[in-house]
């Protein structure tokens, strides 16, 4: 059986899971399709938000759950991502799977809203570029913390460079927060892998962490040769503080014509990520004004 990530993130006890895998059917075919509908609101248009390099939702649930509760949110889901279909290895593949899924799936309404985080930016940047080839309005991209193509991400200081510095600055009282906030985050991260395995792991009994992984390898290789084209619509980039802005903010502020730049504090991913639901706040705050203006 299998639900759907938006079905997996309304279901927040093992009882509702229980009860959406039961009516899902162990009979009923997986779904293959790229198309998530992570929240249904009747008669509101959808923004639309583009899965990074592990191919699946789930980096959006806190976003998700910050905005309006009568936006209506959808996703796509990489190629793969399914365990069943391949995996496509270039930002262009990708559209090209995505686009008349896209298409058949979401109504235009006054222009379609792409949302990526990590390399879910690049493919949201392809996406608009083609919808406006194709003579479909485009509202807006929201890229999150896009690293530009060429970039390598900065290496990660060691854990004994970063305790040092931690007891360097604020003694042992850093230390011990920052060791109890890690533990809150694995405790935290380590239910929502159990979750995600539960739903995304095939007939074939295929782990949705393997498929992740793999999947990353494949999304970081197709954003490092990824060639980005201009785009003359309204671009907003939010970045995070902890990633160099050499990497972010500077090559996106010289690429788009038209960039609203919004620094949210917080990291890329891992620690202090900006996707957490701890940091999210603002950037859905931000968000939610984008997406209330253009309805």
Known sequence: SRVGIGELIEARTPASLAVLLYRSGSS????TDLFEELRRVPGSSPVIMLAPGGGNLLAY???IRSLDEDQAIVGFRLPGADGRSDPVSTIVEQADRILPQLLAMVPPADGFELVGWSTGGLLALELANRLESEGYPVAFIAMIDTIYPGFQMASQPGKA????????DGGVSAVRDHARHRLAIRIRESKEMA???LAERTRDN????VIERQLFEIAFAAAESYRPRVFDGPV???GASGTDTARTVVPWGEHFARVEVVIVEGEHAEENAILDAERVGPLARHLQKLLTANH
């Open 236 to 238: 907003v980039f939010y």
């Open 161 to 168: 460079d970063k305790y040092r510095r931690l007891f360097t």
């Open 28 to 31: 009923t075919p997986a779904n």
């Open 206 to 209: 295929v782990d949705a962490k």
């Open 61 to 63: 649930d806190a976003l």
């Open 195 to 197: 979750r995600m395995r």
